[in-house]
């Protein structure tokens, strides 16, 4: 049997450029549980639509949630990442191609990301086969931003996966895994990358998120898996937090209760970063060793010194939906159940078990999902 690891990094940056420090990682307390209580006659109002709202620029591509989502620029000008060989798209905003922009990509990409930052900038990253190695099973891809190359890795399992967001100088950070670690490349606004600096520790196969708050502060959140036919650590999360380039000693947030002996399995994971640096995080792992089809979904919160407290856990049978935090501190968690969308503390918000989006409009929590939104009020 394999036992999986996840490991969750979170980054500060304000600058580019840096070496990171060595990893130590320091212990969490063991999660708290939060019971969901549904609630379907409760304080959210739900309206129907047949469209997403455009999401309003800067947005990482954490944030988009997928790279094509349709984002805002400004000046009623809407953008998105267009087909498996990735090209920029100008869009309608409800998602109709108007015109594409070649963006250098040869073929089709197995990973793709969009983000957007300020004065309508943009950045595409994407990742590219390169050749079968002749050492097993590892191949290599090149980790691609905008037509250019920042790194070269060889995987054995997967293609690396990538995030990408803007800082408010306009720099872009790029964070991608290779086998045992998450790395990122710092490219200035000049286009010219800098070399890639190891976050921390992985596993064999990834997931990455990463969000930049308004203030400077950058979180890169990654879950991890060991692959092959044997299982051999538990799910971990992890947190890193630095600014200027100059990061801490990585934080274990939370371990795994049970093993995962799945030979194939995904955890997905969620990130917001407030304007002066609060961040809200959420992933998954399984509920019960014996019954791994039931996911635990959980969450952490970081305040403005990049530290994540103590885990909630949200359900013990779910699915990652989203989260949003604002600098005062007030936060949304939405997570799936096959009964539909749930916020905390249990509110029940639709019976529609569907991909959730969530913010805070006017101060007031929102959801978004396709088909519908809804709007909590007091």
Not at 356 to 369: C, H, L, M, N, T
Request: net charge positive.
């Amino acid at each position: 049997m394999r036992w999986i690891g996840i490991i969750i990094a979170a980054v500060a940056l304000v600058a580019c450029g840096g070496k990171a420090a060595p990893v130590k990682a320091t212990v969490t307390p063991t999660p708290t549980e939060i019971v969901a209580t549904p609630t379907p006659s409760g304080p959210w109002t739900v309206a129907p639509s047949d469209t997403r709202t455009p999401l309003r620029c800067p947005a990482s591509s954490a944030r988009a949630g997928w790279p094509s989502r349709v984002l805002a620029l400004g000046d009623d000008t809407y953008v998105k990442l267009w087909g498996r060989r990735p090209r920029l798209a100008t869009v309608d905003a409800r998602g109709h191609l108007l015109s594409q922009k070649e963006l250098g990509a040869k073929a089709p990409a197995d990973e793709r990301a969009l983000a957007c930052g300020r004065g309508g900038a943009t950045a595409a990253a994407w990742t590219e086969y390169v050749k079968p190695s002749t050492e097993g099973l590892d191949g290599d891809f090149r980790v691609v931003v905008d037509g250019r190359t920042v790194d070269t890795a060889k995987t054995p399992f997967s293609p690396p996966n990538l995030a990408v967001a803007f800082a408010p100088d306009g720099a872009v950070l790029v964070a991608y895994s290779v086998p045992k670690a998450v790395r990122a490349v710092l490219i200035p606004r000049d286009g010219k990358p800098g070399k890639p600096i190891e976050l921390g520790p992985a596993s064999d196969v990834s997931a990455v998120a990463a969000d930049i708050g308004s203030g400077g502060r950058a979180i890169v959140a990654w879950s991890t898996t060991d692959g092959g036919e044997e299982r051999n650590e538990h799910r971990r999360v992890y947190a890193v937090s630095g600014r200027a380039g100059r990061f801490g000693h990585a934080q274990r947030v939370d371990r795994a209760a049970h093993r995962n002996s799945m030979e194939f399995s995904t955890t997905q994971i969620r990130l917001a970063v407030a304007p002066n640096g609060r961040a809200l995080l959420m992933w998954s792992t399984i509920a019960n060793e014996d019954d791994q089809d039931r996911d635990t979904v959980r969450v952490a919160q970081a305040g403005t010194s990049g530290r994540f407290g103590k885990p909630r856990q949200l359900t013990d049978d779910g699915t990652v939906g989203d989260v949003a935090i604002r600098s005062n501190g007030d936060t949304l968690t939405v997570w799936r159940t096959p009964a539909g969308l749930f916020a905390a503390p249990g509110e029940q918000i639709t019976d529609k078990a569907t991909e959730p989006r969530a913010s805070f409009r006017d101060g007031k929590p929102y959801v978004e999902w396709r088909g519908g939104s809804a709007t909590r009020s007091g």
